[in-house]
């Protein structure tokens, strides 16, 4: 069974603070794909990045990065310089290609808990 | 665009009421989903379309009815609902992927405002 473990439940920093959100999955799949999204208090879900398991470069846009390793079965985001509407719950979630496969090609995602991201001016 | 639109915003219906959400989306994605989310938790599956037709079904109540009556639209039928549906529920797309290799990938999910629904 898959799982996505958030284990900060909240962080508060000050603005322009770095700060790294932790995310660690178990999966029995070889091949899965993770992904971040962000909730703001408006409520809908907006898409961050997706990373597929067979390939493991970090990635870099503008004040977010994303640092994949599958030895350690994390997937991190760091936002650099973070800003007030950065202020959000992330959430990290996780597919597999096994269940894709049941699923007609497509599949719903296994989210963690989320983390509630508070920038303070 | 990657908009997915979701009607209506917010809804309160009695239990003994009947009434429906809906989502579209003009993407050209062929996989549509529900989602449940109850405050401060993450968001819950609910069902999955593939290609017009119901894919997944996680256990949900029958007192929830999904619809796809064509690859744009998504509807969730609701009827004698209990106070512990209140939720927000919220409608995804993706593209669906004919899986021949498993490189073939897995298309992200883009999600609608949803809906915030309480029931009296």
Not at chain 1, 8 to 16: G, M
Not at chain 1, 56 to 79: A, C, D, H, L, V
Not at chain 2, 69 to 97: K, M
Request: glycine content about 6%; charged content about 20%.
């Amino acid at each position: 069974a898959q799982k996505v473990t958030q284990a900060q439940t909240e962080i508060s920093v000050v603005e322009k603070e770095d700060v790294t959100l932790d995310c660690v999955y178990e999966t029995r799949d070889t091949t899965y794909y993770l992904f971040w999204y962000k909730q703001p208090p408006s409520g809908e879900l907006v898409f961050l990045i997706r990373r597929n398991s067979f390939d493991e470069q970090n990635e870099i846009s503008g004040r977010y990065s994303w640092n994949f390793q599958k030895s350690t079965s994390s997937f991190n985001f760091t936002i650099t310089a973070s800003q007030v509407v950065d202020s959000a719950v992330y959430f990290c979630a996780l597919s597999e290609a096994g269940a894709m496969y049941s699923g007609g090609g497509a599949d719903g995602l296994t989210f963690g808990k989320g983390t509630h991201l508070i920038i303070q001016p | 665009d990657t908009e997915v639109t979701q009607t209506p915003k917010h809804l309160v219906m009695g239990m003994t009421n009947k009434k429906s959400l809906k989502c579209e989306q003009h993407m050209g994605h062929r996989a549509m989903y529900w989602y449940k989310q109850k405050a401060k938790k993450p968001p819950e599956l609910m069902f999955v379309y593939s290609y017009e037709k119901l894919s997944i079904n996680e256990s949900v109540p029958s007192r929830f009815s999904p619809e796809c009556p064509n690859s744009s639209l998504l509807n969730l039928h609701l009827h004698a609902l209990q106070p512990e549906d209140s939720a927000l529920y919220l409608c995804a797309s993706s593209q669906a992927t004919k899986l021949i290799l498993r490189q073939d990938g897995f298309y992200e999910q883009y999600f609608g405002p949803g809906t915030r629904l309480t029931v009296t």
